[in-house]
């Protein structure tokens, strides 16, 4: 069995060359996964992003990593704000509003949010219009976007002044680890959770389709560590 892994910016096109595409990947419209099927050696398309991400976001929430929720995700009924209309903005986009979220798309390209907000029955807003986006406190914010990715450390996607209305944010980018917007979102009290988490679990996604067994999520999480 072949396998293939697809990061930025390749999500989107790497759909596109596949035979068959599991179906929640093709609602997200993006996948990072791609298994030749050893039967026939057609290409099958895979999404992990959109658990990774949303699970370690969940956890978060709750304060503990890996907890369950018995009665319902944490994230249901809160204002989700997705920065980036990619890939991984279609990934966390489809997977808090699978949760019951109330998702909204900013991205500084308006045209590519409205986009992504219609696919996804959300509402669309500019990077700056972001700013003094506040109709509740306790929002969720999600940064797909490569903006304070290495080299380019210093850089953040919002203003720290905004980030005083979230409860918790996340970040896509972990290189660093501790990017501009983590750093600036805890400084105002948030939550925060790295992009290397959800780089954690989707890979532990795509080692069980590698391999149909279980991911050593310890050696995995320590070789990351």
Same mark, same amino acid.
């Given at each position: 069995?072949?396998?293939?892994?697809?990061?930025?910016?390749?999500?989107?096109?790497?759909?596109?060359?596949?035979?068959?595409?599991?179906?929640?990947?093709?609602?997200?419209?993006?996948?990072?996964?791609?298994?030749?099927?050893?039967?026939?050696?057609?290409?099958?398309?895979?999404?992990?992003?959109?658990?990774?991400?949303?699970?370690?976001?969940?956890?978060?929430?709750?304060?503990?990593?890996?907890?369950?929720?018995?009665?319902?995700?944490?994230?249901?009924?809160?204002?989700?704000?997705?920065?980036?209309?990619?890939?991984?903005?279609?990934? #966390?986009?489809?997977? @808090?509003?699978?949760? %019951? $979220?109330? /998702? +909204?798309?900013?991205?500084?390209? &308006?045209? !590519?949010?409205?986009?992504?907000?219609?696919?996804?029955?959300?509402?669309?807003?500019?990077?700056?219009?972001?700013?003094?986006?506040?109709?509740?406190?306790?929002?969720?914010?999600?940064?797909?976007?490569?903006?304070?990715?290495?080299?380019?450390?210093?850089?953040?996607?919002?203003?720290?002044?905004?980030?005083?209305?979230?409860?918790?944010?996340?970040?896509?980018?972990?290189?660093?680890?501790?990017?501009? #917007?983590?750093?600036? @979102?805890?400084?105002? %009290? $948030?939550? /925060? +959770?790295?992009?290397?988490?959800? &780089?954690? !679990?989707?890979?532990?996604?795509?080692?069980?389709?590698?391999?149909?067994?279980?991911?050593?999520?310890?050696?995995?999480?320590?070789?990351?560590?």
């Amino acid at each position: 069995m072949t396998t293939r892994h697809c990061t930025i910016p390749h999500k989107e096109a790497a759909l596109r060359c596949c035979d068959e595409v599991d179906p929640i990947a093709k609602a997200i419209g993006a996948v990072n996964t791609i298994v030749k099927r050893a039967s026939d050696g057609k290409l099958i398309g895979y999404n992990t992003d959109y658990v990774g991400a949303i699970s370690a976001i969940e956890d978060g929430l709750r304060g503990l990593r890996g907890g369950k929720d018995e009665i319902g995700s944490p994230l249901a009924g809160k204002i989700f704000v997705v920065i980036g209309a990619g890939g991984a903005g279609k990934a #966390l986009a489809y997977g @808090a509003k699978a949760k %019951g $979220a109330k /998702v +909204v798309i900013a991205n500084r390209t &308006f045209e !590519r949010a409205k986009e992504l907000a219609n696919l996804m029955g959300a509402q669309a807003l500019t990077l700056a219009e972001l700013e003094n986006f506040h109709p509740e406190n306790g929002m969720i914010l999600a940064n797909t976007t490569s903006i304070g990715m290495q080299p380019n450390i210093n850089q953040t996607p919002v203003s720290k002044q905004a980030l005083r209305w979230y409860s918790l944010i996340f970040d896509a980018v972990y290189t660093p680890k501790v990017t501009t #917007l983590l750093r600036e @979102a805890q400084e105002s %009290g $948030a939550t /925060v +959770v790295s992009g290397l988490e959800m &780089f954690t !679990r989707q890979a532990m996604g795509q080692f069980e389709l590698f391999t149909n067994l279980p991911a050593p999520e310890k050696l995995m999480r320590d070789i990351l560590a």
